[in-house]
């Protein structure tokens, strides 16, 4: 019989290639959504008909235990959350509602169902914050930065708690920056890769920035799917580090993403103070020794490779939208 799976977040960047990893293995998906007044399955409609979409939301138990009910998983990934870093700090209450409480509503959802279904939680490297050590592994001390960091902190260790209280198969995977065409428009990477595309085809003028210091790990998200799944399939619970190990500023983000399309960055980009941070995030650099060894893990894309590959997806695009 094929494996069911229950995604929550679906609709996002990460649930959209999860499913298809799924699909690729024939499990029978899942996915939650929330109740929309306009539908946002952009990144699932080419593969709508082969997956079910249960209504739920992570705010509300009830709806939680209706959709395990109906489902009946065996895995459960739990990719929602309201995760946009600068959203946190405008929405601290609302951030903590879905992105922490929301991880214990479903680990008891778990609990009152049935038991035995295996959980990922989407745990991030911005529990780090103001790292304590570099790289960063799955044992370095958490300072998160941001109402969105100390939420997952309470995400991740609400999970450790359900598997150390009651032998849960839960596991949590610290999942350092991925990105790909699907990431949301207001994420640096996107942001920049997009505005590269818009200036080169002269829909745009400039691109204004936050902090171009600020340095992360950037992998491919069709990658770091590939390790949520893999963490699921092992003999025994554990957490992971899923990263890179290498790291680029958000300078040298743009300087990539420019040269992709033969422009000089320094001639559109503007600093705006509106994109700076209260506290930001400075280094993320991860350590993937661990899944590498244990799952046998490794990403396939490389920096350049994967900004390439999201100029391209943005360029392309706009120019049919435009008829360019
Ligand atoms: P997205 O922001 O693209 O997707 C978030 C998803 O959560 C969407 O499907 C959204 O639904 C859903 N959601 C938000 N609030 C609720 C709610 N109250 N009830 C039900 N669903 C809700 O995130 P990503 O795909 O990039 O990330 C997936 C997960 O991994 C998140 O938990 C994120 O915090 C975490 N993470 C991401 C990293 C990254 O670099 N991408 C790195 C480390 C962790 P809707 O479409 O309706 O808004
Ligand atoms: P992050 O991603 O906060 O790391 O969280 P984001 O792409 O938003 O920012 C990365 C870095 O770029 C700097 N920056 C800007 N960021 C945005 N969004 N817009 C700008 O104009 C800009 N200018 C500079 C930021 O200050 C920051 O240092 C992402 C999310 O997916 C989280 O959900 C996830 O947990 C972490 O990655 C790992």
Request: net charge negative.
């Amino acid at each position: 019989m094929a494996k069911r799976a229950l995604i929550t977040g679906i609709t996002g960047q990460d649930g959209s290639y999860l499913a298809e990893h799924l699909l690729a293995h024939d499990y029978d998906v899942f996915g939650l959504v929330r109740r929309t007044s306009t539908l946002n399955f952009e990144r699932i409609k080419h593969i709508q008909d082969q997956i079910t979409l249960v209504p739920g939301d992570m705010t509300d138990l009830t709806s939680l235990i209706h959709v395990l009910r109906e489902a009946q998983p065996s895995e459960v990934y739990n990719l929602a959350a309201q995760s946009f870093v600068p959203t946190s700090w405008s929405q601290p209450v609302l951030t903590g509602d879905v992105t922490a409480l929301g991880v214990t509503r479903i680990l008891d959802a778990i609990r009152a169902t049935d038991s035995s279904i295996r959980f990922y939680q989407a745990s991030s490297s911005e529990m780090f914050g103001k790292v304590r050590e570099v790289p960063q592994t799955e044992d370095t001390p958490f300072y998160p930065r941001s109402p969105y960091g100390v939420a997952k902190v309470y995400g991740h260790w609400i999970t450790v708690n359900y598997r150390e209280s009651y032998d849960l198969f839960a596991v949590s995977g610290i999942l350092f920056n991925h990105e790909s065409p699907r990431r949301g428009l207001e994420f640096v990477t996107r942001k920049v890769t997009h505005h590269a595309a818009r200036i080169s085809l002269g829909l745009a003028n400039e691109l204004r920035i936050g902090n171009l210091e600020a340095q992360r790990d950037w992998g491919f998200a069709g990658d770091y799917v590939r390790a949520m799944w893999l963490m699921l399939q092992q003999e025994t619970a554990d957490d992971f580090v899923v990263a890179t190990a290498q790291t680029h500023t958000v300078q040298q983000l743009i300087e990539v993403a420019f040269n992709c399309v033969d422009l000089d960055w320094r001639q559109y980009t503007v600093q705006d103070q509106r994109f700076m941070r209260p506290a930001e995030v400075d280094l993320l650099i991860g350590d993937p020794s661990k899944a590498k060894a244990s799952l046998g893990w490794q990403p396939s894309v490389t920096f350049e490779q994967l900004i390439e590959m999201m100029v391209k997806a943005d360029y392309d695009q706009l120019k049919a939208e435009h008829n360019l």
